[in-house]
């Protein structure tokens, strides 16, 4: 048996458990924990330059990889900054264990210099949080963090740490558990087979059938399997904002996002669909658009393994609780004698009702000669990716216009804060994404407000060589604030504006990367192209784009899916 | 609709937070909330009563279950069971008449005096929450009601429906 020290303990169960980066700050708390860090190189620490930065780190890197991003953290400030970083990965279930130091266990209480109660701050955005009582209990807390974090439905966990539990000069034996099996935890991956043979019957006898592909499919590694689905059936396939990736958005099947900005031919897919099938979704708000009026004609399939996601929103007629690769392996199994031609010839007509919406073309825009518009330069960054970059976005009207107009053709490319909406994610998590994968091409979409949320990282970047390419679309205001504003308050933009913007090309110069400003739409190629080109500097875009742009397609406020705003003046 | 949900979970610093935290959060209510280590001390069991529609109790019991120290939770409500609370209730007595009146009720109730002294009654009761509101009026008409404390419904179900780990 292994004698070593608290502080030994959670850097050698970290290795156990596979933990490649770790994304941190030190302080009084974890002073131990970093002194054990320093006496080895297996484990990489990333020092951040705010502890929200850190979560969000580690939030991009498990969304790239599907691996648990880690997280350490001091006691109090350090620990309450990644608050906002936890419920962000919460909403979009996202793996992540979180450690953070805590003032002595003989202290807890007193209200001690840098003393929270982490564990009952962060206890309604964590999937589960331990508090370590004894030094010998590390090993198991920190195996058991990395497997509820990383199974069922993915989540963060908080392992919050007092310091005399970590001391570096008492030896305690290491035991690191061979069984982490609870219980009273045990998630259900396999669906019931009488719900998977209704399920089935469902889709088969379906008209107008629709797949709705949530997150669920991606970090399920799906993306397969729900196209064998979806090509069996020769069924239109739409994704929501986290699930875009999960089914290629170059297939022709693809009718694109559903939902709030959703595309015309999605929402109306779903709105006059007989059957939906959502796998992996979670009919959120800004999907459903109001309840009452969703899809009237569709019977509801709704694969998911968590079964409180079920007949949340909306009551599922047939409920399957399971894993979405598990379940559409179900589905598959059952369908082995179903024609697809037959399919074909049954869903013509649905399809010539859908290529109609499609004629549509609801994402045209019109771009005029000189000012850019913000749709063009997401285009022009597809062109210049090759449509193969990791893209990382902050909050806003960029996000949808890089979920609208930049189309994913593989999983986990898109990284986004979709459940929460947290801006200041995008670039910690594309540096998360930039640490995974050193090679790949890392970019941020972000805008002039959001990139200034946690700007402070630029310098990490700088100290860890990350290539990353910011792409700030520059509108000199808070752009979606601003698009509510001009169709519900009578344009009144209250505080959407920012009168003393900083200059961001010397920003980022003096952050030591390239900065380049670009306010003239025949500039744009030629900027886009020296940016990409600098394969091994960060390059940070300012582009100075339409302050007058709204994102559409829209979904009208309190109506059906397809009760859709087109542009400022038509309407479905 | 009045629900019973009854929560078998570890016996584990923390618990019992997360599940006030699922009510609170999500904007259940709780009507009363009793629990204690079950006859094995590794696991404690909670019973809640709670007012709730068929789409709340759902959500309820699933959100309850999703929490990691949770092993089973069950609407008790919904199939025969049996219920029991318990109150304590202090009476000052401080006439001949009253402390009569007092010991009548406590016979025709079947509850227990547990302590006597100059001036006060302590009178334990258990039955149905129905059974203690009833009583406690009645105290209160024949004497003053110093202070009471009841302990929240707990139940099972009848036969051989159980929560076992």
Not at chain 1, 74 to 84: E, I, Q, R, V, Y
Not at chain 1, 146 to 172: C, E, F, M, S
Not at chain 1, 450 to 463: D, H, K, P, R, Y
Not at chain 2, 105 to 129: C, M
């Amino acid at each position: 048996m292994r004698m070593m020290s608290g502080a030994a303990m959670v850097v050698e169960a970290l290795k156990e458990v596979g933990v490649s980066h770790v994304f941190g700050y030190p302080g009084g708390a974890v002073l131990d924990i970093y002194d054990a860090l320093f006496a080895q190189d297996d484990v990489k620490h990333i020092l951040v330059r705010h502890e929200q930065g850190a979560a969000h780190m580690a939030d991009g890197y498990a969304r790239a990889t599907g691996r648990t991003g880690t997280v350490l953290v001091t006691s109090g400030p350090g620990a309450t900054n990644t608050l906002t970083g936890i419920a962000t990965a919460y909403m979009d279930s996202v793996p992540m264990v979180v450690l953070s130091g805590q003032v002595p266990s003989m202290h807890i209480g007193e209200d001690a210099f840098q003393e929270t109660d982490m564990v009952g701050c962060s206890r309604p955005i964590v999937k589960h949080s331990f508090l370590v009582k004894k030094t010998t209990d590390i090993p198991m807390a920190i195996a058991k963090a990395y497997y509820i974090a990383n199974t069922g439905r993915p989540g963060p966990v908080v392992v919050d740490l007092p310091k005399d539990l970590v001391n570096v000069q008492d030896k305690h034996p290491y035991v690191f558990p061979d069984d982490v099996t609870m219980r009273s935890y045990n998630p259900t991956v396999k669906g019931h087979s009488k719900q998977i043979t209704k399920a089935v019957a469902c889709m088969l006898s379906a008209k107008r059938p629709v797949i709705y592909v949530g997150g669920g499919a991606i970090i399920a590694e799906a993306d397969g399997l729900v196209t064998q689905l979806a090509e069996k059936l020769n069924a239109p396939v739409t994704c929501t904002l986290m699930g875009l990736g999960a089914f290629s958005g170059v297939h022709e099947q693809f009718v694109g996002m559903l939902g709030m900005h959703g595309l015309l031919e999605a929402n109306k897919s779903m709105h006059n669909a007989d059957c939906i099938v959502a796998l992996g979704a979670r009919f959120d708000d800004r999907v459903t658009n109001n309840v009452d009026k969703f899809c009237p004609h569709a019977d509801i399939i709704h694969v998911d393994i968590d079964p409180a996601s079920i007949s949340k929103i909306l009551k599922a007629h047939i409920p399957v609780v399971g894993s979405v690769d598990v379940v559409c392996k179900q589905f598959l199994d059952r369908m082995e004698d179903v024609d697809t031609e037959a399919q074909k010839e049954k869903l013509k007509d649905w399809w010539a009702q859908i290529n109609e919406w499609r004629a549509r073309k609801c994402l045209d825009y019109k771009q005029g000669a000189e000012v850019i518009k913000p749709q063009r330069v997401i285009e022009a960054v597809y062109k210049h990716t090759k449509g193969d970059a990791y893209i990382s976005s902050d909050v806003g009207q960029h996000q949808m216009f890089a979920a609208l107009y930049y189309p994913f053709a593989k999983p986990r490319r898109w990284i986004n804060s979709g459940g929460l909406g947290t801006m200041g994610f995008g670039l910690p998590a594309a540096m998360g994404v930039q640490f995974a994968f050193p090679d790949a091409c890392s970019v941020v979409i972000t805008g002039d407000g959001s990139i200034q949320m946690n700007i402070q990282e630029l310098s990490t970047c700088l100290q860890y060589n990350l290539p990353i390419k910011v792409i700030s679309l520059n509108n000199r205001a808070l752009g979606m604030v601003r698009q509510w504003q001009d169709m519900n308050y009578k344009g009144r933009h209250s505080c959407s504006y920012m009168d003393s913007m900083p200059d961001f090309v010397k920003l980022a110069e003096a952050y030591g990367h390239i900065g380049i400003q670009v306010d003239k739409l025949d500039q744009l190629d030629e900027a886009m192209e020296r940016c990409f080109a600098e394969k091994n500097r960060l390059v940070f875009m300012d582009i100075l784009v339409d302050q007058n742009e709204h994102v559409y397609p829209m979904q009208i406020k309190y109506g059906a899916m397809d009760d859709i705003r087109l542009s400022k003046t038509e309407r479905t | 609709m009045r629900r019973i949900i009854s929560v078998l979970m570890e016996n584990a610093p923390g618990s019992l937070s997360r599940i006030a935290g699922v009510f609170s959060q999500r904007g259940y209510n709780v009507d009363s909330l009793c629990v204690a280590p079950t006859s094995d001390d590794s696991l404690s069991r909670l019973t809640i009563i709670t007012q709730a529609d068929d789409k709340v109790t759902e959500q309820i019991t699933k959100q309850v279950n999703k929490l990691i120290d949770v092993l089973r939770v069950a609407e008790l409500s919904e199939a025969p069971h049996v219920e029991r609370e318990l109150m304590l209730i202090k009476v000052a007595t401080r006439t001949e008449i009253a402390r009569a009146e007092v010991n009548r009720n406590v016979d025709i109730f079947r509850a227990r005096i547990l302590d006597v002294t100059a001036q006060h009654y302590t009178i334990e009761i258990t039955g149905t929450s129905d059974k203690l509101s009833a009583f406690a009026h009645v105290m209160g008409h024949c004497a003053d009601i110093t202070e009471s404390a009841r302990t929240g419904v707990c139940s099972l179900s009848r036969g051989d429906r159980a929560l076992r780990p």
